[in-house]
């Protein structure tokens, strides 16, 4: 990985390899989609009565097990999907001021909160996070740990893979917590919802769905944490992909925490790995929130909010030509 620096940016670049090693680092992290919509079909239509028992209770022993099963194995699993997907994905981290996120004391009430955007198809891009990598610096960095969708703990086998590479699902007690024992907190607020808003007749337009995520903003005030907005140029476009539109559908995925959809990436292959595009993460600087403790105003709450939009935007906005997304405009709902 190389470094430069432009007057205040610090930008980390990752050399492009989608070759067989970095594919299957990949497959092994998000190849399971498929695999085991492929291994359901199987199950119902083609399997044996003896199939049927064992590929039954291998899936059942995954929910039985513990997500960070088996132990040390599993992390070394983890850090090498996480390196493939580096490499896989040419992963370019640009910080506007990393010296503003290295200098972040590791003190209660200091530890930052990274807010990232765009979710699209598979919020894949939240793996720059992974301890291994050694990209977010400082303190904050040794804590790393991204909250994703309670319903990745559900399913066999992903949750065990998600553990491996360092996510755990997100709920506001969790979230609390962390940030209560200064441990770093990265999500994606937009969530599943902003699933639900893309549409291909439309690709100059991206939708981030934010004006009603308040609830990450209390937590901050609770205890003065900095918001950090973090964006990500060329997830959008990894994969291709169809579901049905409505309120009903909508109302499903904000249910169950995922949107059921057909999907298609590298190779056409339904279900497959994403496409290799090279993803550029960039880092703002953070925005410093006071300390409301249990009783946060809700006028503080709306202050705070419209500044991280107006900052999350503005991230957007001066960088969208030099990633190619000059004719293309964010839309914040």
């Given at each position: 990985?190389?470094?430069?620096?432009?007057?205040?940016?610090?930008?980390?670049?990752?050399?492009?390899?989608?070759?067989?090693?970095?594919?299957?680092?990949?497959?092994?992290?998000?190849?399971?989609?498929?695999?085991?919509?492929?291994?359901?079909?199987?199950?119902?239509?083609?399997?044996?009565?003896?199939?049927?028992?064992?590929?039954?209770?291998?899936?059942?022993?995954?929910?039985?097990?513990?997500?960070?099963?088996?132990?040390?194995?599993?992390?070394?699993?983890?850090?090498?999907?996480?390196?493939?997907?580096?490499?896989?994905?040419?992963?370019?981290?640009?910080?506007?001021?990393?010296e503003s996120i290295r200098s972040i004391p590791k003190t209660i009430g200091?530890?930052?909160?990274?807010?990232?955007?765009?979710?699209?198809v598979l919020p894949y891009n939240v793996f720059c996070f992974g301890r291994?990598?050694?990209?977010?610096?400082?303190?904050?960095?040794?804590?790393?740990?991204?909250?994703?969708?309670?319903?990745?703990?559900?399913?066999?086998?992903?949750?065990?893979?998600?553990?491996?590479?360092?996510?755990?699902?997100?709920?506001?007690?969790?979230?609390?917590?962390?940030?209560?024992?200064?441990?770093?907190?990265?999500?994606?607020?937009?969530?599943?919802?902003?699933?639900?808003?893309?549409?291909?007749?439309?690709?100059?337009?991206?939708?981030?769905?934010?004006?009603?995520?308040?609830?990450?903003?209390?937590?901050?005030?609770?205890?003065?944490?900095?918001?950090?907005?973090?964006?990500?140029?060329?997830?959008?476009?990894?994969?291709?992909?169809?579901?049905?539109?409505?309120?009903?559908?909508?109302?499903?995925?904000?249910?169950?925490?995922?949107?059921?959809?057909?999907?298609?990436?590298?190779?056409?292959?339904?279900?497959?790995?994403?496409r290799p595009q090279k993803l550029h993460t960039i880092f703002g600087k953070?925005?410093?929130?006071?300390?409301?403790?249990?009783?946060?105003?809700?006028?503080?709450?709306?202050?705070?909010?419209?500044?991280?939009?107006?900052?999350?935007?503005?991230?957007?906005?001066?960088?969208?030509?030099?990633?190619?997304?000059?004719?293309?405009?964010?839309?914040?709902?």
């Amino acid at each position: 990985m190389s470094k430069t620096t432009n007057l205040n940016e610090t930008t980390y670049s990752t050399p492009q390899d989608a070759s067989l090693i970095p594919t299957i680092g990949v497959t092994m992290w998000l190849g399971w989609n498929g695999i085991l919509v492929y291994l359901l079909f199987y199950l119902i239509f083609f399997a044996t009565s003896f199939q049927r028992i064992v590929i039954l209770g291998l899936l059942t022993t995954s929910l039985l097990l513990p997500p960070s099963f088996p132990g040390t194995l599993g992390t070394i699993i983890g850090n090498f999907i996480l390196f493939q997907a580096q490499k896989y994905f040419g992963l370019k981290i640009t910080y506007e001021d990393e010296e503003s996120i290295r200098s972040i004391p590791k003190t209660i009430g200091k530890t930052p909160i990274f807010a990232c955007e765009p979710h699209d198809v598979l919020p894949y891009n939240v793996f720059c996070f992974g301890r291994c990598l050694e990209l977010i610096p400082g303190d904050v960095g040794k804590e790393a740990n991204v909250l994703v969708t309670d319903a990745i703990s559900k399913i066999p086998i992903m949750r065990q893979v998600y553990s491996w590479v360092g996510t755990i699902p997100v709920d506001k007690r969790t979230f609390r917590n962390r940030l209560k024992n200064n441990q770093m907190v990265a999500f994606i607020p937009g969530g599943v919802q902003e699933v639900t808003m893309l549409n291909p007749e439309r690709p100059q337009e991206l939708v981030l769905y934010l004006n009603k995520r308040k609830g990450f903003i209390k937590l901050a005030l609770e205890g003065g944490h900095p918001i950090i907005p973090v964006f990500c140029f060329n997830l959008d476009g990894s994969y291709g992909y169809y579901f049905p539109r409505g309120v009903f559908f909508q109302q499903i995925a904000r249910n169950i925490g995922f949107l059921p959809m057909i999907l298609w990436g590298r190779f056409g292959i339904p279900m497959g790995i994403p496409r290799p595009q090279k993803l550029h993460t960039i880092f703002g600087k953070p925005i410093e929130i006071p300390c409301e403790g249990g009783n946060v105003k809700d006028e503080s709450v709306d202050k705070y909010h419209a500044i991280f939009l107006k900052e999350m935007e503005a991230l957007f906005e001066r960088h969208k030509h030099a990633e190619g997304y000059g004719n293309r405009s964010l839309k914040i709902l």
